[in-house]
Every structure is written in structure tokens, then in C-alpha cells.
């Protein structure tokens, strides 16, 4: 092995998962997530000239195992992607501890010496209900675009997921940019677009969708900024005591809320507290794929989730409250 064992000084809780980038000057520096016994979640940073021989160098960023406020930061720390982005550094690690949920976050802030300073407090990645996205990678494209790809995990039992004889999949490619206010936000790669296939629009309320209809769709929904209902678009199966097996995906307008509710289709409920703009619509940018949803938002977290119907390729869309939307099935 390249690194037989973690530094010996130290109890640990953990020891795995590297992320390798290569300095201005040509070394090569690697993080690796960890947890310290009894404090919390850790990063520690090595360094090679050759990818071969590694000095520890240190700590790179230490938890707390008990936050005054704010997320908890858990016992160990999993997948770490730490990379510069704009004029800030990105930590994104997955939360791991034996007792309490498992969740992605990050935070930003400064590399100096050898540690990593943040400028604030940890914040969620997705907004998907259970910690849907976990374990995220990045990678620079030959564009020089930071690009992330992560698993999204399953919302069904164990069981349910041995009798499907499958568990697991990987979310789009997401762009990561720095928001206006400092926040990380993700949207679909361009080259999505390439997938379109058959178009449809819906601006009817009730309208159900004709043309494009299935297991896998781009779906725009758009919301006015002085919308007085529940607006967005109900998924189902078409016809009969089907179309109660579906989710929903819209704005919650009393709760001022993006919403994803797969209760009715074998997943859970997601609720992201948006603002709103007085003045325009809000947009919803959506992709459904089998068992998968991603919802992106302008310039806020996007939602991942899961859901299980019966027959997906026999999903079509129905408008709800005020929303116009705009779809085209994909081709996969």
C-alpha cells in the first residue's frame, strides 16, 4: 500500500477515502477522511512529490463532536473533495457517526499553511429529506468547469432493495458556482439539453400532459410571484385508482417552501424554505429518471430525491394551481 496505516499518534475512528489534486509547484497534496475518538470529524492532509512516498502533514480541518448550534458534524468524516472555487476554498464532506442521520455538507472559507480556515458555519449541499445525496465526488471537466457527481441513496427498506435485486444510483452531473451571497449551488450541465427529445407544454390547470409521458423527463415549471395556491405538477400513473401511486413537486405558497412529496410513491417529503421574488416567476428546474428526482432552484440548494411506482414508464404530468410548465422526454 501506498499509506499502510494512519498516523500512529492518533485514535481514530476511520481511515479512507481520498481526494488527490496537484499544486501550482507540481507536488501532489491528498486529504483523507477520518474522525478523531471523542472530538469529531476530521480531514488530514499529506503531501507527495511522486504519488508514491506521502509525509503527513497534519490536520487539515477538525469537527466538533458537539456543536453549540447549527448541523451536527458527527464522529467521522467520509468522501472529503476539497478544491478551490472562485476566490474561496470547498470543503464538502459526507457526515457519518453511529447514532443520528447521515448528510452531506460544506463549508467555504481559506487554505493557509497547510490548514483550512472556514469563513462560517457548516451548511447542507441537497436539501433531499434523509440525506439522499451522500458521498459526493468532483472533478475539473476540460472546460475548467468544477463538476460534481454524487449517489443517491435509496428511501425504500433494505429489504425492498435485496428483493429488487439493485441499490444505488449516481445524480447528473452537477456545475458548482459560488452564489452572490457566498452559499455553494449546483445546476444541471448544458449538455443535458442533448437528451431532449419530444416537447410539450401545459398551461391549463388540470392540464395532463399527452405527448411526453414515461420514466425519465426534463420538466420547467415556472411560478408566479403572486401565486395564492399550491402550485406545481402532480406525477402519476395515468387512469383509474393508478393516479393516487404519484408525488408532487411545486411551491408551497403558505410556507414559502419548494416541495417534494413522494410520500405516495414509497419515498419521503422535502421542504426547502425559498424567497421568492415580488416581481418574477420562480423558476423549478426538474429532472425525472426511473426511481430519481433532482430539482434545482436559481441560486438555492438543490432537492434530490426518491420515489417507486409501479409502472413509471407510464408517468404523465398534471398541472397544479397556477404553474406553466414546459417538458420534454429524455433520451436515454
Not at 73 to 100: H, N, R, Y
Request: glycine share 10%; hydrophobic share 40%; net charge negative.
Amino acid at each position: 500500500p501506498v499509506i499502510d496505516a494512519p498516523p500512529p499518534e492518533m485514535q481514530l475512528e476511520g481511515f479512507r477515502d481520498p481526494c488527490v489534486w496537484q499544486e501550482a509547484g507540481g507536488e501532489w497534496s491528498m486529504v483523507l477522511g477520518t474522525g478523531v475518538t471523542g472530538v469529531g470529524g476530521a480531514v488530514l492532509l499529506y503531501r507527495s512529490k511522486d504519488l508514491i512516498d506521502w509525509q503527513y502533514m497534519g490536520i487539515l480541518f477538525l469537527g466538533n463532536i458537539h456543536p453549540h448550534e447549527g448541523l451536527s458534524t458527527g464522529t467521522m468524516w467520509e468522501c472529503p473533495s476539497f478544491f478551490p472555487l472562485g476566490d474561496k476554498w470547498i470543503l464538502i464532506i459526507s457526515v457519518c457517526a453511529a447514532q443520528g442521520p447521515s448528510y452531506t455538507i460544506y463549508y467555504t472559507g481559506q487554505y493557509v499553511i497547510d490548514r483550512f480556515v472556514p469563513d462560517g458555519p457548516p451548511r447542507l449541499l441537497d436539501s433531499g429529506e434523509g440525506g439522499c445525496l451522500y458521498a459526493p465526488q468532483t472533478f475539473v471537466d476540460r472546460k475548467g468547469r468544477r463538476v460534481l457527481i454524487g449517489w443517491l441513496r435509496e428511501a425504500r427498506s433494505v429489504a425492498d432493495q435485496v428483493n429488487a435485486g439493485w441499490s444505488g444510483v449516481m445524480s447528473l452531473p452537477r456545475l458548482l458556482f459560488l452564489s452572490n451571497n457566498g452559499e455553494l449551488c449546483s445546476t444541471p450541465m448544458i449538455e443535458t439539453q442533448s437528451l431532449r427529445d419530444q416537447h410539450e407544454m401545459l398551461s391549463k390547470p388540470n392540464q395532463l400532459s399527452d405527448v411526453v409521458r414515461g420514466a425519465s423527463m426534463e420538466i420547467s415549471i415556472r411560478i408566479p410571484p403572486d401565486t395564492e395556491k399550491w402550485s406545481g405538477v402532480h406525477l402519476a400513473l395515468s387512469g383509474g385508482q393508478d393516479e393516487a401511486e404519484g408525488f408532487l413537486i411545486g411551491y408551497d405558497c403558505i410556507n414559502s417552501a419548494v416541495v417534494v412529496d413522494c410520500r405516495l410513491a414509497g419515498g419521503l417529503i422535502s421542504a426547502m424554505p425559498i424567497k421568492i421574488s415580488g416581481f418574477q416567476d420562480q423558476l423549478l428546474h426538474v429532472f425525472v429518471d426511473g426511481s430519481v428526482i433532482e430539482v434545482f432552484v436559481e441560486d438555492q440548494l438543490p432537492i434530490s430525491a426518491r420515489f417507486y411506482v409501479s409502472k413509471p414508464q407510464a408517468m404523465r404530468v398534471r398541472l397544479v394551481g397556477d404553474a406553466s410548465v414546459e417538458l420534454w422526454k429524455l433520451k436515454l
